[in-house]
């Protein structure tokens, strides 16, 4: 590990402050039998994340990347194997599940959140933001466990010119809460909603929702306004007023919108493609979030990967920006016991395939 390839990730992570380049989106769905999955995407505009599937067997063992830029840190030795996606470097885990059902998953939260101060007094008790989720897939099987020992540690930022972030921590009863760090104290908001987007903080994107009551599903009936009358000119006019930008408070939003409208599934593979669909109408293409005069990167779409998780049958669902096949990672069929540690790119082939149908 060079300190210097973590300086420059962290130096892109505080363009978050200046740019609309972080818009992650999260949603939650139960299926008939009222099982959980939750899904999200990842947003970056300003470069490929380089994003890295990774394995993680029990009893592996790795330190925190303290603000130093060296491994120093908090020791974190994994009492339950999990799989996650990574970004930029194998140790920033991101988005994950353990073998115990605890998925957990990093959104960024610019400009709202606020850390403690690194103290290199606390360093063995010390953890970056960027490592947080791995720390919780390793280390708890409910959400309980997560915030008795959270209330132990220190968390900080390994560089300070880097975005903020919360947390969305879900087990495999179906609770859900969102970790928020402002003026250095970690704070838990139960998630009874299931949406999740960035900025401002949980409590204002709950609060904004009172300004929608006017929406409904389904379309709007004939009215008359004077001797005038007045009909739907299609489908889903209950929905007019739906913000459709990119920010996060219209983000979350829809998200709720859609989530709650969304009829419940028999089964959880048909909920996680559900969840698919839901999150097409969050893909940012490239260029909508650039200034006139700004060259946009070459990559498909600031949408660089979506995920989705079947906590009870402990699954984890992608697709990534280069390929929209749906891949599966089902950790039954690992023995975290035996199995190596892994980490490989999320596309082996930064292609989209296309099959040619061959009619004659």
Known sequence: MKKGSIYLFAAALSLANATPATACT????????????????IEWNGNDLNSRLVVVPRNYRQNAISPSGEKDGMAMTAKYGYVGMAVEME????????????????FYFPKYGKYEQYDPKHKSTSIGDLQLVPWILGNFKNIDEMKAATAKIHIVTIDSRASTAHWRITDNSGRQVVLEITDGKPTFHENTLGVLTNAPDFKWHITNLNNYINLFPGTVKTRYLGNAELHSTGAGSGLLGLPGDYTPPSRFVRAAYFQATAPRQATAEKTVTQCFHILNNFDIPIGTENEHDVTPPDIPSATQWTAATDISGRKIYYRTMYNSTIRCIDLNKIDFTKTKYRSEPLDKSKTQPIVTIDIR
């Open 26 to 41: 999260g949603i939650t769905l139960k299926t008939a039998d009222d099982n959980t999955v939750v899904a999200r995407t």
């Open 91 to 106: 140790e920033f885990v991101v988005e994950g599940i353990n073998e115990a059902g605890l998925s957990a998953g990093l």
